[in-house]
């Protein structure tokens, strides 16, 4: 599988855009138009970004041939598992802290998907959301 194949696959089972990653991550959306038609593959910098957005290795994501193709496949079908069992999906990255001002409505959405993640990735998650607001109040470094 190539690697167009791969990220648009995984949008599809997240129900994601792949101008909305792009977009979310930092990259102009015209990247997306040169994955697929192949012209170009992402850096290791944007390719890095979107193997964590989605909660996928980077081997599984950038690596072509049977071996990588099957561990791809395998976490995909996961994938499609939990969203059967109806977990959301949480991008494993916060891309804009600025524009997240929850109403009552996404509150209760957010504690769902709160309610669905590991301690581990909680505690990921809350690290990020420190140093987003450090930055966002001109005290980090």
């Given amino acids: 599988m190539t690697f167009w194949e791969k990220f648009y696959s995984l949008c599809v089972v997240s129900d994601v855009k792949p101008n909305n990653v792009a977009k979310a991550l930092g990259f102009s959306s015209a990247v997306c138009t ?12 944007k390719a ?15 690596d072509e041939g049977p071996d990588s193709d099957n561990a791809f496949l395998q976490s995909l079908e996961e994938m499609k598992q939990d969203k059967q069992k109806g977990k959301v999906f949480v991008p494993h990255t916060i891309p804009d802290i ?17 309610d669905q993640m590991s301690t581990e990735d909680l505690i990921q998650l809350l690290g990020e959301v420190t140093i987003a607001l450090q930055r966002k109040q001109g005290k980090a470094e």
């Fill in 98 to 114: 600025d524009r997240i001002n929850p109403e009552p409505k996404q509150t209760d959405i957010m504690k769902k998907i709160l």
């Fill in 34 to 45: 040169q994955w697929k038609q192949g012209l170009q593959k992402p850096s290791y910098e």
């Fill in 48 to 62: 890095s970004k979107i193997a964590k957005y989605f909660g996928v290795s980077l081997s599984q994501l950038l």
